[in-house]
């Protein structure tokens, strides 16, 4: 029954069923209306604010806080489902789950906690303190204690906007402490910034968001409702935090002092790291380019804010059998204390796996969210015109690009089909193609043609259908060509681009693909 209740509500909240809902609960008469109550998606943070300025605990809770302590949050979930009446048609009241007046609990209690916008969005009655907590107190913001008001409107969106849920601590606005700030689009800022200096082209959010999913750095395998965005602001934000620094000064202690230093600190610290361990040139681009208080912003960002780290971008790609990818995401997220990198925050101790990965194979992860290129592959040589690094030496040969696939022949002589990847579903497929640069220039505006008896459909990813030449017999070649995080694929790299389509030739309902499923080589 608790997951039934989570997921309806997930869906809910997430897509645009919960205004048809919404308009079927008003026809009949179901719903009961509240003072500055809206029937329009999440609210910004200040209209949320200016909301809750109606709303009391003790005399007008809103819609979703059965236990009437301030907040709309799992637990109120818990108890709803613990008293057993929702959905069962029995008589209930506000803690039983009816918060729209009608004497039963269902979905259209869900509904109103949809159209009231706080569920996971911590008290929705505001906290008294206006200034920030003394960064000198380790124990300034916990709960308990005197908490900052939210940041005021700005030009950035918030990652919240695009849902929020719990995750762990200082995962509500309420729970920043230490200068620790929420994730904004400002982050998409400083990438694209570090995409520039780098000569890459600038990329949107949902181009991030489905180079993760492509690359299994997300819980789920699809995408639904905002997932695309708010992944991609994610992993936005953790590019820029670590993707400037050079090779062969990273260590992870860096990314510990200097976000440190940023929150509690001061900017020109923060920068003078940048000079001493950042790409050459780097730190000057920033100035030139007046970007120095973005970068700076970007690095303040608390990496489990709003939850999006666990419940959607909680990657299982495997790394050197060791970690996953969630491990190595936790390189950002620092001790209480903030003098210490790689820590499972909620408990204060290290991410215990992801101390066994190289410092190699780390920052090659994290260089992969700045160009879009193979989360196990090397990513950033250096700035334009400098000699790109060979892969170390010391790497097993399982970890270099895989041999390539028997397929047809690319037309870059130096563009190879490493793998190709994907499902089966009722009626299609989604094909996940891994192309590597197996030469020693980088590879833009490259090509790929194969033949397949299937129908690639308008939703690709990292490509675009170049051309379809119809062959007969039920066959088609394609010629597919990089496209936005695809465009370029880097020396050595491999680029992991995919498609959906319908099936030319029946391939059941469901299962894993393979190469021999898609690609037909003619002449056999």
Known sequence: MFADLQQRLATILTTAASRQLRRQADRQGRRRQRPGLTTEPLEPRTVLAAMAASFDPATNPAAGDANLDGQVDIFDMVSVTAAGAYGSGASANWSTGDFNGDAVADVFDMVDVSSAGFYGRGRYVADPMPHDPDPADPHAGHPGGDH???????????????????????????????????????????????????????????????????????????????????????????????????????????????????????????????????????????????????????????????????????????????????????????????????????????????????????????????????????????????????????????????????????????????????????????????LTNTGSEPLANWTYSFVTPHEITESVWGLEVAAAEDLGDGLTRYTIRGADYGAVIQPGATMTVGFTALQGIDLGTAGVLTAADVLVTLGE
């Open 148 to 434: 900052p008001l939210p940041p005021a409107e700005s030009e950035y969106i918030d990652l919240a906007s695009f849902g929020m849920s719990e995750g762990s601590d200082h995962t509500h606005l309420h729970e920043l402490e230490g200068g620790r700030t929420p994730i904004t689009t400002e982050a998409l800022v400083a990438l694209n910034g570090l995409r520039d200096f780098l000569g890459l082209s600038p990329v949107d959010l949902e181009t991030v968001g489905r180079w993760a999913f492509a690359n299994e750095l997300t819980n789920n395998a699809q995408a639904w409702g905002n997932d695309l965005s708010g992944v991609g602001l994610y992993y936005s934000m953790q590019g820029a935090k670590v993707g400037w620094i050079r090779d062969a000064a990273f260590d992870p202690q860096i990314l510990a002092d200097i976000q440190r230093t940023a929150r509690l600190g001061g900017a020109a610290d923060a920068l003078a790291m940048v000079e001493a361990f950042g790409h050459e040139g780097f730190r000057d681009y920033l100035a030139t380019a007046g970007l120095e208080t973005v970068f700076v912003n970007t690095l303040k960002m608390e990496p489990h804010y709003a939850g999006w780290m666990h419940d959607r971008c909680h990657g299982w790609l495997d790394i050197d059998a060791v970690a996953i990818a969630h491990d190595l995401n936790h390189l950002t997220v620092l001790s209480h204390d903030q003098t210490r990198p790689f820590m499972n925050d909620t408990f204060d101790w290290p991410q215990w796996p992801a101390l066994e990965v190289s410092h190699d194979r780390v920052i090659d992860y994290f260089q992969s969210m700045v160009t879009l290129g193979d989360p196990l592959g090397e990513n950033i040589a250096g700035p334009p015109g400098s000699e790109p690094v060979s892969p170390p030496a010391e790497l097993p040969p399982a970890e270099l690009p895989p041999a390539p696939i028997p397929a047809p022949t690319p037309e870059a002589g130096s563009l190879v089909l490493a793998d190709l990847s994907g499902d089966i579903w009722w009626g299609g497929l989604t094909v996940n193609l891994a």
